[in-house]
């Protein structure tokens, strides 16, 4: 008797049943998404390490001069000019802005967003710049920035118009990318962990002691200049010692990149002399996933939004409103400045201590920095005059910029250090082009439809409150991040030990430590294997246990927010998807892997579009795929959606295998083929095997498995649950029997 007709209930009994059955069901799937977040809960709180072993946490504390010391003054000192004299520029369209909306004619909205827009320009650098200072010598990035940031300052005073202003400030702000990627990397790899706070305070500080003489200067140059183009003075003037810094730039040391990390962690240096190219997708879906980065980045962008337009909407209030000529707003600027200068000092080597005890305790700190903002502002706009609006604003000022200055330290110890460049780059497009554009946009409208003060005061408020809290919370987060940070690295350590130990004994493929979440839902913890050369691996398991989504990630479909993936002993986790078809990580996916409209050659030819300047090759290889399959080689004509499942199936491998694979992933390679076509295709996949092959096969079937593979890996509920040799697997009944033989028998 068949298993189907003695399971088929009498009318009366499945109706019966049928909502005991469904109950059944909706139970066990609700407990089982339960044990899932139960287990993504753990996996979250789950902190692998002490505090004493998380990178410059309990390290020998330094003083700043022993700091600068270890990296050298040489990239401290230049790096400082050249903000220095970012900040100078900033100051000139920000005290100069009544003057360049007269010069030029413009409204007060469209000269908060001409001077705005500079700032989001950054966006538009911080990306490719950052990936650039990922990739290559931070040293020539900052150099090229720095040339092109010279001519457009001069071409900012040279315009003739508003829109060539315009333009200019765009090559400003591009260049200006490299002072908050190429700059921050570059200071995170050359001075140790312990004095990252001072040194990221010293270099804001520096850079704000330009800044708070800039408007004076500025106002000054302006004022002697004078007549109605004095303001196109301090630009021209600026020019040239741009230039010659951004010359002498190029000659900085590069240091090895994540060298303190390693140093702190595992007490020596491990370098990545030729590494893989970086996905900027992948860097940021890595970045967006680790807790603290994502919180700070939030709380940065909320106050981004009142940062930006404030400066110049407190110049055009303190004109219009209390009367203030360019010297007295220059002054506001300077006042400000002059209390950063003394609060930084006093919160820097607080922030130091606190990190080298509880990186907790220094991140929340600069959310107390943010807060008072929030309350201060509505005080300060209301000031009956020019002097009690002038001094009220200089606390608040200078606390945020405190935050600004030390946020970066704190990024730099959780991002990995592979991304730092683009960790930056993701926190400037949020804050700039999201904080900066979008509070630039609103300041605009409000000012026009209103007036400066209520611009700042619907802005500021909110985004101070919300900045404040975010950093709060995301406190909760570090010491969780930062032992992810350890994990990496001791892995990294070990695998290197690893490969010079034994370097003929590389495996091809290596998965190690994988987490993954398609949105919040975690589906992979922690899921590791390798694949040696010539290898056949069947991965198997339940429904839904990831098997196609751990392939997503080999392949580049998916990033990981947690473990490696390596390509013959290198890092691939973050390289693009095509990139790792051209390295020979071919996948097939599983179903529809035809176009069915196209006939089999026109099928192939599509994907021998990458070949198509190699005509010898193209051909060798569409030779060796129809030996392959002479099913196919007879049918080239025929349409592909015409073809049976079976050799549909064909195809589809005909044409990833015309790449010439070095590790061939297929997914679901039986699903659905009768016997006879499965037995064809495992008589290619022998071949396949033979001529040398690496093969990870995600296949249903036990016994098909067993015929294919040399090892397996079981995998449920996103955890391995086996690996070993294939028979192995079938000995073990508790895996085995559940998932396959009723499948299989059914
Ligand atoms: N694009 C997606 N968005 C959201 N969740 C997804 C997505 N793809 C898969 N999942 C979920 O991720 C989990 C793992 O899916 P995956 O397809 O990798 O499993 P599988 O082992 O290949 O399953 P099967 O053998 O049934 O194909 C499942 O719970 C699935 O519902």
Not at 412 to 420: A, D, E, G, K, T
Not at 516 to 526: A, E, M, P, R, T
Not at 567 to 591: A, F, K, S
């Amino acid at each position: 008797m068949s298993r189907s007709s003695a399971s088929v209930p009498s009318v009366p009994e499945a109706a019966n049943s049928a909502p005991s059955t469904a109950a059944g069901l909706a139970s066990g799937l609700i407990a089982a998404e339960a044990e899932r977040q139960q287990r993504q809960a753990d996996a979250q709180r789950e902190v692998l390490f002490a505090d004493e072993l998380l990178p410059g946490v309990g390290d020998e504390r330094l003083s700043l001069r022993e700091g600068l010391a270890a990296g050298g003054s040489l990239t401290f000192t230049t790096l400082v000019v050249l903000s220095a004299l970012d900040e100078l520029e900033s100051a000139s369209v920000s005290v100069l802005s009544p003057e360049i909306r007269d010069a030029f004619g413009m409204s007060d909205g469209m000269m908060v967003f001409v001077a705005s827009a500079s700032s989001a320009f950054l966006v538009l650098g911080a990306l490719p710049m950052g990936w650039l200072a990922d990739r290559y010598r931070r040293s020539r990035i900052i150099g090229w920035a720095g040339a092109v940031f010279s001519v457009m300052v001069f071409a900012s005073g040279f315009a003739a118009n508003a829109l060539l202003f315009f333009l200019a400030r765009f090559g400003v702000g591009i260049a200006k990318s490299s002072n908050t990627t190429a700059h921050v990397s570059l200071l995170a790899d050359t001075y140790p962990i312990g004095v990252r706070g001072r040194i990221s305070a010293f270099t804001y500080g520096a850079a704000r002691i330009a800044g708070t003489i800039s408007p004076l200067v500025v106002g000054g140059i302006a004022t002697l200049a004078g007549g109605e183009d004095g303001w196109r003075w301090p630009f021209i003037i600026l020019g040239l010692p741009a230039l010659a810094v951004a010359l002498w730039a190029f000659r900085l040391p590069e240091p090895p990149r994540g060298q303190h990390e390693m140093k702190s962690v595992l007490g020596n240096v491990i370098k990545d002399e030729n590494p893989l190219p970086i996905s900027m997708e992948s860097a940021f879906a890595r970045l967006m996933r680790i807790h603290t980065v994502k919180s700070a980045i939030l709380a940065f962008s909320a106050l981004g939004f009142g940062l930006f337009a404030t400066g110049i909407l407190g110049s055009l209030w303190a004109e219009d409103h209390y009367g203030m000529s360019a010297f007295q707003r220059g002054l506001m600027g300077t006042l400000g400045g002059v209390a950063l200068l003394f609060t930084l000092p006093v919160v820097a080597p607080r922030y130091d201590r606190l990190y080298h005890r509880d990186p907790a305790k220094a991140l929340r700190l600069l959310g107390l920095c943010i807060l008072p903002a929030s309350v201060l502002l509505p005080i300060q706009w209301f000031m009956p005059n020019w002097i009690a609006f002038m001094i009220a604003g200089v606390p608040a000022a200078a606390l945020s910029s405190v935050a600004f200055a030390m946020i970066g330290p704190i990024m730099q110890s959780i991002v990995p250090y592979r991304l730092r460049g683009m960790g930056v780059a993701l926190g400037a497009v949020y804050v700039f082009f999201i904080g900066g554009t979008g509070g630039a946009v609103l300041a605009a409208l409000l000012a026009d439809a209103y007036d400066p003060r209520v611009a700042v005061l619907v802005i500021g408020i909110p985004s101070h409150a919300l900045g404040g809290y975010l950093l709060i919370r995301g406190a909760s987060f570090i010491r969780n991040d930062l032992s992810l940070v350890v994990a990496d690295l001791r892995e990294e350590l070990a695998e290197h030990d690893r490969q010079q130990a034994d370097p003929a004994n590389i495996p091809v493929l290596q998965v190690n430590d994988i987490d993954f979440s398609y949105g919040h839902v975690q589906v992979l913890f922690d899921v590791g294997f390798e694949v040696r050369r010539g290898e056949t691996l069947a991965l198997l398991g339940t429904n839904g246990a990831g098997k196609s989504t751990i392939l997503k990630v080999i392949c580049g479909l998916g990033t990981p927010s947690r473990g490696v993936v390596r390509l013959n002993g290198r890092t691939m986790t973050y390289v693009p998807p095509e990139q790792r078809g051209r390295y020979g990580v071919h996948l097939l996916p599983g179903g529809n892997g035809v176009f069915p409209a196209m006939t089999v050659r026109e099928n192939l030819e599509m994907s021998a579009f990458r070949m198509r300047r190699d005509g010898a090759d193209r051909d060798r290889r569409f030779a060796y795929v129809l030996d392959l399959f002479p099913d196919l080689a007879s049918r080239l004509g025929q349409q592909a959606g015409s073809l049976s499942g079976g050799q549909q199936q064909m195809l589809a491998l005909a044409a990833v295998l015309l790449h010439d694979p070095e590790v061939l992933l297929i997914d679901e390679l039986s699903l659905g083929l009768a016997p006879v076509v499965v037995q064809d295709l495992l008589a290619v996949l022998e071949r396949l095997k033979n001529d040398g092959l690496t093969i990870i096969v995600v296949e249903q079937s036990l016994n098909i498995a067993l015929a294919i593979a040399d090892r397996a890996v079981f995998l449920e509920k996103g955890q391995v649950r086996f690996v070993g040799p294939a028979r192995e697997l079938a000995e073990r009944d508790d895996l085995a029997r559940a998932v396959f033989l009723g499948r299989e028998g059914g």
